[in-house]
């Protein structure tokens, strides 16, 4: 047995590295991190390789080891090479990247120092750190110091946290989900949708409330269709509107649909994935403006605070029901109870998870808020600027005036048929590759997005997508 012990050991202790191994392995992903940043700039929005990433399964998971150089070879060839490329200033589409480095930062510290940051009593600075910064949100939004929230891995956690909250806040069992009414845009977030569905409540009855010109969720239409339910028999149960759509960048007119809420005994839902930090600024705050009146708010680090992918959060205003949905006391871990701080694993689907907060808490610090601040007016301000370009340009419609930071445009060819046109548009934009747009389908209508939202998106950038766009649409419309 010693034998074997020894033999096992041996091997095993491949797992533990020297201080030396530890440099060459960091030093080689610095060069690495570097050359990305360099290489950066000059790549195409969108690149094509010769397999699109399929070489990465002709060096299968195997028994031997490769060392650093091959394998950051390995991905600078297969993985980081083919599709987009999300951290750069020309992407304008979806919702745009971001990548602060410094969250890179704080991820590499949390991955370290491995700290186990879902119980108060085992990481009592981690716990106390992530409160922190949630309520900082809660401070931004208008909440009470005693709400309670959680950092999640995105929207749809998020948005399915809130989903569970208010279900269980309201005592809905499933004999009752098929009477229960839950109002939404029509440019709600599909992650509603299925944070529902995960939810059980497949046979809730869903109703899709009128919106003005502009996408915004019409406030006396909620309140004639609630008012029809209740008659009918039915029980209204959840409002959901969009504090920025995906879509259309929409604010929904949440003082109004927050006091209706209010007054029928509705949960009132802000799904502000991509729009709830625009709170930071002056002209997002007033945008915003009855955000306060929800009685539970999603938003993205990972989208408007710049982060990289990974990054949500849910703020619920009532603790005691998001307590009600989430904890847990097993008896394994009977000693870690309680502590002056919500543990995360008492709010949340998650028991362990990565020490995530840091990764936000870093740039944050590092930063100050001023320079977010004023990149999320700017990105305002930017959307506001092409709109009105484009406007003035020849051939071209544009949507209604941005909300935040998305604007809806298209271009009405002289003749034939202008959805293939603007689908051919895109197509062409993706393979000149200086800028990276989408589309979207809005009431039948085909509409090209131009999203701002990467925080090194500046002025340059948009003139920029306005002279590619400009020139596509002309090389179209003389082909
Ligand atoms: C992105 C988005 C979501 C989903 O969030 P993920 O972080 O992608 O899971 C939900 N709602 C809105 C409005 C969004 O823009």
Not at 88 to 117: E, F, K, M, Q, R
Not at 365 to 393: D, I, N, V
């Amino acid at each position: 047995m010693f034998d074997r012990l020894d033999q096992l050991e041996s091997q095993a202790r491949a797992l533990e590295l020297s201080a030396a191994q530890r440099q060459h392995l960091t030093g080689e992903v610095v060069a690495y991190v570097d050359r990305f940043y360099r290489e950066s700039p000059g790549r195409p929005m969108y690149q094509y390789t010769d397999d699109m990433g399929a070489g990465i399964l002709d060096a299968p998971i195997s028994p031997d080891p490769i060392d650093i150089g091959e394998a950051l070879r390995l991905l600078h060839r297969h993985v980081d090479s083919p599709g987009l490329n999300p951290t750069a200033p020309g992407h304008l589409a979806y919702i745009p990247a971001g990548g602060l480095y410094p969250a890179a930062l704080g991820d590499y510290l949390s991955a370290v120092t491995n700290l186990y940051s879902g119980i108060f009593f085992v990481a009592p600075g981690a716990v106390r750190l992530e409160n922190m910064l949630l309520r900082w949100m809660g401070e931004m939004v208008g909440y009470p110091a005693d709400a309670a929230g959680n950092l999640t891995t995105g929207g749809s956690i998020a948005n399915l946290t809130s989903v569970v909250t208010a279900r269980d806040a309201h005592g809905l069992k499933p004999k009752d989900y098929a009477r229960s009414v839950v109002y939404l845009s029509g440019e709600r977030h599909h992650s509603i949708d299925k944070a529902l569905r995960i939810a059980g409540f497949t046979e809730v009855v869903m109703r899709l409330i009128d919106m003005d010109a502009a996408y915004h969720m019409r406030p006396d239409a909620l309140a004639a269709q609630i008012d029809a339910d209740r008659q009918a028999g039915l029980n209204p149960w959840l409002v959901v509107a969009n504090a920025g759509a995906t879509n259309t960048g929409a604010v929904d007119p949440l003082t109004e649909i927050g006091q209706i809420a209010h007054d029928r005994g509705l949960w009132f839902h802000v799904d502000g994935a991509y729009g709830a930090f625009f709170a930071l600024c002056e002209p997002g705050r007033e945008r915003l403006r009855g955000i306060e009146r929800s009685d539970s708010v999603i938003m993205d680090p990972h989208k408007s605070l710049f982060l990289p992918w990974g990054s949500g959060a849910v703020l619920i205003k009532d603790r005691r029901t998001m307590l009600a949905s989430h904890h847990y006391s097993p008896s394994y871990l009977q000693d870690v109870e309680g502590g002056e701080e919500l543990s995360p694993a008492d709010l949340s689907p998650e028991l362990t998870r990565s020490f995530r907060g840091l990764r936000v808490w870093l740039p944050l610090k590092l930063f100050g808020t001023r320079p977010f601040a004023a990149a999320l007016e700017e990105k305002m301000l930017l959307a506001r600027y092409f709109r009105a370009r484009m406007a003035e340009a020849d051939g071209f419609e544009v949507g209604p005036e941005p909300d935040l930071s998305v604007v809806l445009w298209r271009y009405v060819p002289a003749r034939g048929d202008a959805d293939a046109f603007n689908a051919q548009l895109v197509e062409a934009v993706k393979r000149d590759g200086r800028v990276f747009l989408s589309s979207t389908r809005i009431d039948g209508v085909f509409w090209i997005r131009l999203a701002v939202l990467a925080y090194h998106t500046h002025k340059d950038t948009i003139d920029l997508a306005i002279d590619v766009i400009c020139e596509q649409a002309a090389a179209l419309e003389r082909a």
